[in-house]
């Protein structure tokens, strides 16, 4: 048992450093991010804004420098954090976000902290509905939930990528049952947005380039490495069949 947990753990630690200093962790782009704010409706002048698995932090700083918010950016990985704070400081928004080191399932903040709650490429590592219920008593009255899922786009997805999503995100479903889920979870759905291809493409290229010039002898990167370039090749010849939508969620019992 110790083995497995040693590999695994070297398998995470270098997944994670093949992904550091990268524009993207995940899929997407500034102009989505942008897009989905539009859809979350009026906030205040300086919004209060949790981002949740925030990375090193793209959106954090975005809508630091272009909204005002004061954001409390959270992760698990502290050279994320790390990389955030150096970013801040460099671009005079140290005073404007703060880096939490901790599990974005188990949040320490009082109900209503957030006018602004965001989940870029995040949620799946909770899972979408436990997101839901966990993160909704969050969001202050007239605030909102912003979080994007991974999902299928075709009704009958081929068995190849089927077993790649069954192996790591067996909970994927389709944007009919998410949007059902949000419903039920007892959230208004202010938008739905299908992200574009070159969203895909501003994670994938930079990580493909990464991983070509990324030696494989350091512990448990061959491991992460093969991981990445299936990764790669799914999305190339099946990404007709899954994709992230973005939704925009408002709590039902707190409009105003």
Not at 49 to 67: F, K, M, N, T
Not at 184 to 193: P, T
Not at 204 to 232: N, S
Request: negative net charge; contains cysteine; glycine residues 10%.
């Amino acid at each position: 048992m110790t083995d497995n947990h040693d590999v695994m753990t070297a398998f995470m630690t270098a997944f994670m450093t093949l992904h550091g200093g990268l524009p993207r962790q995940g899929p997407g782009s500034d102009a989505t991010t942008r897009h989905l704010l539009s859809l979350a409706g009026p906030l205040p002048p300086r919004p209060r804004v949790l981002d949740l698995g925030c990375g090193p932090g793209r959106v954090s700083l975005l809508l630091a420098a272009e909204i005002g918010a004061e954001v409390t950016a959270v992760d698990l990985y502290a050279p994320f954090l790390a990389e955030l704070r150096s970013a801040a400081e460099a671009r005079g928004l140290s005073g404007s976000i703060r880096t939490v080191e901790g599990d974005m399932g188990e949040l320490p903040f009082p109900d209503g902290s957030f006018d602004l709650v965001w989940a870029e490429s995040s949620a799946y590592s909770i899972g979408f509905d436990t997101a839901l219920s966990k993160w909704r008593r969050l969001v202050a009255p007239g605030g909102a939930l912003v979080v994007t899922e991974c999902e299928w786009t075709s009704d009958q997805p081929s068995l190849a990528a089927r077993a790649f999503w069954d192996r790591n995100y067996p909970a994927m479903r389709g944007l009919s049952e998410n949007t059902a889920a949000a419903l039920a979870a007892g959230y208004d759905v202010l938008g739905v947005y299908a992200q574009p291809e070159s969203d895909w493409d501003e994670y994938y290229v930079p990580l493909g380039a990464r991983a070509d010039a990324t030696d494989p002898a350091t512990p448990g990167m061959e491991q992460a490495l093969a991981f990445t370039r299936e990764e790669i090749s799914m999305r190339a010849e099946h990404g007709t069949e899954y994709g992230y939508t973005g939704y925009v969620l408002r709590p039902a019992d707190r409009l105003s």
